[in-house]
């Protein structure tokens, strides 16, 4: 799926950014659900905001993008904070690059919405009482042309692939509004859904 552009605008993007971005807000303020956790799949990490947090945390991380600009920009700052996390490219457009991957207690993937035959594959990689964790956009932001309908976060997707979904949180930033989806292959994390 090309989201908000392809590998190239992504790859030239990542080439022109300077820093690094923090984590997501939301994902620091959740970490307790992540508790008795070890193993975290970051999908379209990106340049590793996301995973260089968890890895920090002492998860071991294993992020995965399209961008080869964002991987060696997520190499560059885990080296210079002594940090070991395990990167892949691989188009999320393909559910059979999957294979390549192993299996994990959390699976996290903000800011990008998967087809819905890769989101029923990830089930491979999710251990049986792990969670998998979605964020991203709930609607169009009029002050972002770039977000159209086909990235928006549909829990349908995940209801289809058998998921349970433990967890909705609806909320907004500034003008643009988004949705977090916690979801398990079992009931088993329904205690906690007060939490969320």
């Known amino acids: 799926m090309e989201y908000m552009g392809n590998q190239q605008y992504w790859d030239q993007k990542f080439c022109l950014r300077t820093g690094q971005l923090p984590p997501e807000q939301l994902l620091t303020e959740e970490l307790s659900l992540f508790a008795g956790k070890h193993t975290v799949l970051d999908l379209a990490c990106g340049d590793g905001r996301n995973a260089l947090y968890l890895a920090g945390q002492g998860f071991q991380v294993t992020a995965v993008d ?3 600009s964002g991987l060696e920009r997520l190499k560059g700052f885990a080296a210079q904070e002594r940090l070991h996390i395990s990167t892949k490219q691989m188009d999320l457009s ?5 294979e390549q991957l192993g299996r ?3 699976i996290l993937c903000n800011h990008y919405r ?3 035959k890769t989101a029923e594959r990830l089930k491979e990689h999710l251990e049986q009482d792990g969670i998998l964790w979605i964020n991203g956009f709930a609607e169009c932001s009029p002050d972002n042309p770039s977000i159209q309908p086909r990235d ?3 829990r349908q997707d995940y209801l289809d692939a058998g998921y349970q979904l433990l967890s909705v949180k ?5 003008e643009r509004h ?5 979801l398990s292959q079992t009931d088993s994390f329904a205690g906690n859904q007060e939490k969320c």
């Open 178 to 182: 988004f949705v977090r989806l916690i």
């Open 94 to 98: 393909s559910p059979e690059g999957l």
């Open 152 to 154: 928006l976060i549909d």
């Open 104 to 106: 994990y207690d959390v």
């Open 66 to 68: 399209f961008s080869s």
């Open 170 to 174: 609806e909320y907004p930033v500034g």
């Open 114 to 116: 998967l087809l819905s």
